[in-house]
């Protein structure tokens, strides 16, 4: 029987490009050891405010409530590049695209580090989200020259560089903030984000990228009817977003609660409590390997049992520290288990598309991390530590009935060409 399809399918000129794509070599270790580099330092842009937060707020005369809303606002701009910034990767040299990404996001971050206002700081935090979507970009280059096989291989490579970017803004941005200011942070990084965007200049390939039979608003329609039509992105874009929920909460409220009585943690003490996820390395990197030989269905299901299982250490706070650290490790490796599996099936399932889907799955990771933090931020102050676990603990199970729910559907999945 043949899917159901509304879209039209590819031109001939699609096909040979396609074609073409599955012949080209892999990546050299070192091009994709950049990608990874650059693609972490991408997203600690994104997350150096969650553990300042504190810091800003009370340098901008922001409440901790409010304070939330700097990671939502991230997360909004992210999306907003998702949409109308990664489909271009199928209209505009790679090279000029990235590298223009990079260079912009240095000028945000040096905004964010001079605000003198909350509104300079918000506009500075969108921007940031929007050109951070070059990780998507260089995720979806490392899928579409990396061989069927090898692909889960390619996508968890640069995932852990995305995984260890995340553990770096949380570990690294205290300690040097309670040395100098939040501030430097952000001027530093913006040093660091120039550095690579002049390493991507000199690395990528300067001839033309696939895609340029179609307009730009003919690719962004066909975003659109890949998330009204594709099963399979429905179930990976929920599990995505109830995922990536589940770390906002976390994150958004931990250095709250670390800073508080009984711990009274300072923010250099903070900070070294991001390298708790180094776990999401290995989980990451693992799943990659896993669903390549076929696994990534269980290896999701194992992921989120073992999120969920992560909340009962993280609710006993008055234990020892260590139980924070083994439930903080447990989450962060069974949420990139999960991201990578998903970004793996859907690569595979849609070849021609890998940008747009990645678009659109990645639509859900930040709203889910947008409204986690909010969610997060109001739970702390309702009812304290004990109140973001259970929230998060719910929005864990509830992934697992989820995707337990979906598991027999997903297999006879129907692929809907998006041409």
Not at 107 to 130: E, P
Not at 211 to 220: N, V
């Amino acid at each position: 029987m043949q899917p159901h399809c509304r879209i039209p399918p590819m031109t001939i000129q699609q096909s040979v490009a396609l074609n073409d794509m599955a012949v080209m070599p892999a990546l050299p270790r070192r091009t994709l050891l950049l990608f990874a580099l650059t693609s972490g330092l991408s997203v600690a842009n994104i997350y150096y405010s969650q553990p300042l937060i504190e810091n800003i707020a009370r340098d901008l005369g922001m409440s901790p409530v409010f304070a939330g809303v700097v990671v939502t606002v991230t997360q909004f701009g992210y999306a907003i590049g998702l949409l109308f910034l990664v489909p271009l990767a199928e209209l505009i040299n790679h090279r000029r695209l990235i590298v223009g990404q990079l260079l912009l996001s240095a000028l945000a971050l040096v905004a964010v580090g001079i605000a003198s206002s909350v509104t300079v700081l918000l506009l500075g935090f969108a921007m940031i989200g929007l050109l951070a979507v070059v990780i998507q970009i260089l995720v979806a280059l490392a899928a579409a020259v990396s061989s069927p096989s090898e692909q889960g291989r390619a996508v968890g490579a640069v995932t852990s560089g995305v995984a260890l970017g995340v553990i770096a803004a949380r570990s690294i941005a205290g300690p040097l903030a309670a040395l100098t200011s939040w501030r430097t942070v952000f001027v530093v990084s913006a040093a660091l984000t120039s550095l690579a965007a002049y390493a991507m200049a000199n690395s990528l390939p300067r001839r033309s990228t696939l895609g340029k039979t179609r307009s730009y608003w003919t690719l962004l329609r066909s975003v659109v009817t890949l998330l009204l039509e594709e099963r399979l992105l429905h179930v990976r874009a929920g599990l995505a977003l109830l995922v990536f929920a589940a770390f906002g909460v976390l994150w958004s409220s931990l250095a709250l609660e670390l800073s508080a009585a009984p711990l009274s943690l300072s923010q250099a003490a903070i900070g070294l409590f991001g390298f708790a996820g180094v776990a999401g390395v290995a989980g990451a990197a693992s799943a990659g390997l896993l669903a390549d030989r076929g696994w990534g269905q269980w290896t999701t299901g194992i992921a989120l049992t073992l999120m969920f299982l992560a909340w009962w250490p993280l609710s006993r706070n008055q234990l020892p520290l260590w139980t924070l650290i083994v439930g903080v490790g447990a989450l962060d490796m069974g949420g990139q288990a999960v991201h990578v599996a998903s970004q793996s099936l859907l690569f595979r399932a849609l070849p021609q598309a890998r940008n747009r889907i990645l678009a659109a799955y990645m639509l859900f990771y930040s709203v889910g991390t947008g409204v986690g933090a909010l969610a997060s931020t109001a739970a702390f102050a309702w009812s304290g530590w004990r109140g973001v676990c259970q929230l998060g603990a719910a929005i864990s199970a509830t992934a697992l009935l989820f995707w337990a729910a979906t598991l027999r559907e997903s297999r006879r999945n129907r692929v809907v060409s998006p041409g």
